[in-house]
């Protein structure tokens, strides 16, 4: 199946910094890719649906001055949470459809980023 | 909140036990999927079954649709202690839409 890989794994960062997380499909092209968030032992909520090339679709109560997405080409899209707080801290996960496999209705997942704000 | 429900919640099992857990939607869907999440880990897809099917097989894995009740069945037949992982079930409205997710069942599969 088609490959999704995020970087970094794992962040620990200051309060009031920024953190980019990048997203990349591996083998396929994605014009579409999703970002999610999931506190612990909690179910994953859409934040926004990245589309390269132009804006992303941010969900409701999802502030986008504050989780800034770009998805610059068909094989990367970024997420950048800016001046993170502590409340921020999450696991933060990637996914995208791959068109090219034929198979329309499966999202292929990256591995996730955990990140901590201290 | 458009989120599902799943229940148990949480699952305790031994090795060899079957595992049902269910889930509950709210709006018309296109398709249900299944997943399986290790602790800290990204999300492995299980199965998929479409609105018009009412029942799905593969491997160990049974899956049944009810859409007149807008639920859904997941059943994991001989339980090994691999399986133990949170599960979620995901719906979709349309061809490439973004997914819903349940609110998950936490599996132990103890020896």
């Known amino acids: ?118 | 909140s458009q989120q599902g429900e799943e229940d148990p919640q949480a699952l305790s099992i031994q090795e060899g036990e079957n595992a049902t857990m269910n889930c509950s939607y709210k709006t018309s869907i296109n398709n249900l999927q299944w997943y399986r999440q290790n602790s800290g880990r990204g999300l492995v897809h299980l199965i998929l079954i479409r609105s018009n099917e009412r029942e799905k097989h593969s491997g160990r894995l049974r899956v049944t649709l009810d859409t007149s009740k807008k639920s859904s069945s997941l059943l994991i037949t001989a339980s090994r202690a691999a399986d133990t992982a949170s599960y979620f079930c995901a719906t979709d409205t349309g061809t490439a839409s973004k997914l819903t997710f349940g609110t998950g069942t936490r599996l132990q599969v103890t020896l």
């Open chain 1, 1 to 118: 199946g088609a490959v999704v890989s995020q970087h970094p794994s794992w962040v620990i960062c200051k309060s009031g910094t920024s953190v980019k997380i990048e997203c990349r499909s591996l083998d396929f092209q994605a014009t579409t890719m999703f970002w999610y968030r999931q506190f612990p032992k909690q179910s994953l909520m859409l934040m926004a649906t990245s589309n390269e090339g132009s804006k992303a679709t941010y969900e409701q109560g999802v502030e986008k001055d504050k989780f800034l997405i770009n998805h610059a080409s068909l094989t990367l899209s970024t997420l950048t949470v800016t001046s993170a707080h502590p409340e921020d801290s999450s696991f933060y996960i990637c996914s995208a459809y791959d068109f090219g496999s034929g198979s329309w209705n499966e999202q292929f997942f990256g591995p996730g980023t955990r990140l901590t704000v201290l």
